[in-house]
Every structure is written in structure tokens, then in C-alpha cells.
């Protein structure tokens, strides 16, 4: 089940902040953010397990919420560089099958 | 390490061709994943292995799709015979539970 992600697409500012949503009808076991730019692979941001161990890029930061099977990345103070397509991956159950939502487009502008 | 290796990175295919697409996962990494990504579906798991055994291939779309991992270091996922609507970009990804999935570069398929 690909778990939905929200908004599709969001504009801001350099400087500004965003929050991306993530949201799946299971229970999870982790959630994975990647990054990823116009013809290159999606690039990992940050995975939170279950139980709350985190880890990834200092900068990035999110919250998983276990009991209602939601996540939201935080990016603050963006730069020019944030921009892209990101992607939430969601696992659950007793294997490591990760599956994606369709991605929220970023644009940062100057 | 290298990172996740797909090869070829560009494939440019007639309809009704075979295809085949490799991967190398990084050493010591159980789970290798295949995604297709297109701008309508987004990323697509295809298939997946755990320890070289295929897990769920519910993703597979047809009959015309197989993926085999006869080593730990070392996939492929065939295309035969190809159409014009196999036509994305082909992902590999692998990794270990409670970490990260690591991404290669991809392969760019389109079947004329």
C-alpha cells in the first residue's frame, strides 16, 4: 500500500519554511525521506524507526507519529538547494518491503 | 564501496526486443529492491529479495517482467518482450533493516 504524501507541490522563498506530509492505512515500522533532483537517484534524508530512534542529516528534521501511522519532514530556512522532489517510504511488518508515495515537488526560489 | 552499480545506464530498445537490466547491491546488504519511476505512477516497487530469495513481486506488472538474484552480488530484472509503455527509469536499491535503502543511478529504458 503506497502511502500518501501532502502537499503535491509547494513554492516558497529562500528563507522560508515548509512542512511535508506523509500518511499510510498501516502500521508502520519505519519511514524513510529522500530527496531527489531532475535526473539523478533519490538520495537519503533521514529513516525513524519505531520506537523512536532516528537518523540521518543534521539539518533535516521529522516527526513519526506511530499511532496514527503519520510522518512530516521540516525544512527550515530553506536554500536554493532544497529544491527537488521528495519522496516518504514506508515499511511495515515482519520484512523490509519499502514502497513510496508519489513525492511533493519543491521549488525554492531566490 | 562503490555504492549500488546499475548497468547499462541508457537503453534505447526496439519493441519486442529482450531487455535486461543489472544490478550490483553494496556488499554486506540483505534486501535489493527494483523500482520503475514514472511521472504518472511515481516510484513503483517492482520486487523484492531478502538474502537472493524473491519476497513479493505483487509489483511485477506482467508476465513479461522476471527478475532473478542468483548471488548475493549480482541482479537482473528482463524485460521480454518489451513495449513502448516499459518505457522509465529503472531503479535498483539496497540495504539492511533499520537502515537506509541505498539508490543507484538508474537506468533510462525507452522501447521504440
Known amino acids: 500500500q503506497q502511502p500518501v504524501q501532502s502537499p503535491q507541490a509547494v513554492i516558497l522563498r529562500e528563507g522560508e519554511d515548509a512542512v511535508i506530509n506523509c500518511s499510510s492505512s498501516?502500521?508502520?515500522?519505519?519511514v524513510h525521506w529522500y530527496r531527489q533532483k531532475h535526473g539523478e537517484a533519490p538520495v537519503f534524508l533521514m529513516i525513524?524507526?519505531?520506537?523512536?530512534e532516528q537518523k540521518g542529516h543534521e539539518k533535516i528534521s521529522a516527526s513519526f507519529n506511530e499511532k496514527k501511522q503519520q510522518s512530516s519532514l521540516y525544512l527550515t530556512a530553506s536554500q536554493l538547494s532544497y529544491s527537488g522532489t521528495y519522496f516518504c517510504g514506508t515499511e511495515g511488518g515482519s520484512n523490509y518491503k519499502l514502497t513510496f508515495g508519489k513525492g511533493t515537488l519543491l521549488t525554492v526560489n531566490p | 564501496d562503490a555504492g549500488v552499480i546499475q548497468s547499462p545506464r541508457h537503453e534505447v530498445t526496439e519493441m519486442g526486443q529482450e531487455v535486461t537490466l543489472r544490478c550490483k547491491p553494496i556488499?554486506?546488504?540483505?534486501?535489493l529492491f527494483w523500482y520503475r519511476q514514472t511521472m504518472m505512477r511515481g516510484l513503483e516497487l517492482l520486487i523484492y529479495f531478502n538474502n537472493n530469495v524473491p519476497i513479493d513481486d505483487s509489483g511485477m506488472p506482467e508476465d513479461r517482467f522476471s527478475a532473478k538474484m542468483p548471488n548475493a552480488s549480482f541482479s537482473t530484472l528482463k524485460i521480454q518482450p518489451s513495449e513502448p509503455r516499459d518505457s522509465a527509469v529503472y531503479f535498483c536499491?539496497?540495504?539492511?533493516?533499520?537502515?537506509?535503502?541505498?539508490f543507484g543511478q538508474g537506468t533510462r529504458l525507452t522501447v521504440v
Open positions: 556488499s554486506g546488504h540483505d534486501y
Open positions: 525513524l524507526l519505531k520506537g523512536g
Open positions: 536499491a539496497s540495504g539492511t533493516r533499520r537502515t537506509e535503502a541505498f
Open positions: 498501516k502500521a508502520l515500522y519505519s
